[in-house]
């Protein structure tokens, strides 16, 4: 049997060992994310990515593909499920984009525009976020975290400073910098850490930069995100090992 | 576009707005002269009407900040068919509601009486006139029922062109990219 499965009726070639999510990234089929990224291992819980595999909903970044998959992805059905998802992300955070560097550039923004997100429809936490200012070139707006644990997973396996994590359990979990004053100038975080670049979202911000390129010709502004698929990239074995 | 067999009534409203909808809204420019060959006004700042009568479209620009605020809200959901949240304020609260992780009174202290370059004996404004601040600031969709949301910090008024256009047509509109922004 030829290693071909089938998205949306579309075949798709795929290699042994890749996912679902990898396949359909190579052959250039949209799927909305924002915790995979295609340096680093999948980790399965933005949930944006999941399809129906043979009629059974799974994440497709955690999924490996196999010959004659039948699988669904842009069906309206399943469409519904990720728009719900962004507007639970939405009203979980404080993301109050007219003030946001991010603003353009914005994967959950992006992924709301793409998915026809037009309201929040739940109610709004307005939580309580700390921002870090401390960094001398380097800021942070927890205000608009989302948990993907990019810049986690960064510090750790590329960087090697474990300079973030989760703290808390379920509502209560939060991003948290590993320093004992929790302040992040109080961590060996660099500019040119892996991590200062993967955040999805508005988190994780260069000091001195903002709207070094304006409103309107951002990555998003120019395409939208489903016609700019990111072709995938294989993993190096460096960052396949487990940490 | 087909004209419907009669013109539509449109209120507007701004509550914990700027106006800035508004404005975008009056930037349809000459294409204001289309609109109101289909559609003419009922409460709203270009007509200076104080209350709402029954309408085909209401829009709401701005959260709910104050008790003012609900009580017109109220108003419009009771007097029109489609009720529209019109910009970022209206759809999720937007700058007022940047205040939400704040204590009121330590606000209003502050803004008058504990900050710098206020007259001697400056005190919280207090008048039977002016409308209560309410705790926090909501979209408006936590108060009433919103049957359509177009965002945006101000919408562009293309979007608002296209949305009323769209609605006046009997179509759902559908914001393309370029339309739909938060910002």
Redesign the interface.
């Known amino acids: 049997m030829s290693n071909v499965f089938t998205i949306d009726g579309q075949e798709i070639p795929f290699e042994p060992g890749q996912s679902v999510m990898q396949a359909a990234l190579t052959a250039g089929v949209f799927v909305p994310h924002l915790c995979y990224h295609p340096e680093f291992r999948p980790h399965g819980s933005c949930k944006l990515c999941t399809m129906k595999v043979n009629g059974r909903p799974a994440t497709s970044c955690t999924t490996p593909a196999a010959a004659g998959m039948e699988v669904e992805n842009n069906t309206t059905e399943i469409n519904d499920k990720r728009r719900m998802l962004i507007q639970m992300l939405?009203v979980e955070g404080?993301?109050?984009?007219?003030?946001?560097e991010k603003?353009?550039n914005c994967k959950l923004?992006a992924l709301?525009?793409a998915l026809?997100v037009?309201?929040?429809?739940f109610?709004?936490f307005?939580?309580?976020?700390p921002v870090d200012f401390s960094h001398p070139e380097m800021l942070l707006d927890f205000n608009r975290c989302i948990l993907c644990e990019l810049c986690i997973r960064a510090s750790a396996e590329v960087d090697k400073k474990n300079v973030f994590a989760l703290s808390g359990r379920g509502l209560k979990k939060h991003l948290i910098v590993n320093a004992e004053s929790g302040r992040l100038a109080d961590t060996d975080f660099a500019v040119t850490d892996k991590a200062a670049e993967v955040c999805p979202v508005g988190v994780i911000l260069r000091k001195r930069h903002g709207f070094a390129v304006p409103?309107g010709q951002r990555t998003y502004?120019l395409?939208?995100i489903n016609e700019q698929v990111e072709r995938f990239k294989p993993v190096t074995p460096a960052t396949k090992e487990k940490v | 576009m087909n004209a419907p067999n009669r013109k539509l009534r449109v209120a507007t409203t701004s509550l914990a707005g700027c106006f800035g909808c508004h404005m975008s809204f009056l930037d349809i420019d000459e294409r204001i002269l289309k609109l109101v060959e289909l559609v003419e006004f009922d409460r709203s700042p270009i007509t200076d009407i104080k209350h709402c009568g029954p309408c085909d479209l209401g829009l709401i620009e701005g959260g709910v900040c104050n008790a003012e605020n609900v009580h017109v809200l109220r108003e419009f959901r009771a007097n029109c068919k489609i009720l529209v949240?019109l910009g970022?304020c209206a759809?999720?609260?937007?700058?007022p509601?940047?205040r939400?992780?704040l204590d009121l009174r330590d606000i209003l202290e502050e803004v008058y009486e504990t900050e710098g370059g206020l007259a001697r004996g400056s005190k919280i404004p207090n008048d039977p006139e002016l409308p209560l601040p309410l705790d926090?600031v909501?979209?408006i969709?936590?108060v009433v029922k919103?049957d359509?949301?177009?965002?945006g910090?101000p919408p562009p008024a293309d979007a608002i062109w296209k949305f009323l256009t769209d609605l006046i047509a009997g179509r759902t509109p559908?914001?393309g990219?370029?339309l739909?922004?938060?910002?």
Do not use: W
């Open positions: 939405l404080n993301h109050f984009c007219p003030s946001c603003s353009g923004q709301g525009y026809g037009m309201s929040p429809h109610t709004e307005f939580p309580d976020r409103i502004d395409k939208p | 949240a970022a759809v999720n609260g937007g700058l509601a940047q939400n992780h926090k909501h979209p969709h936590e919103i359509y949301y177009l965002p910090c559908v914001m990219h370029g739909l922004h938060y910002d």
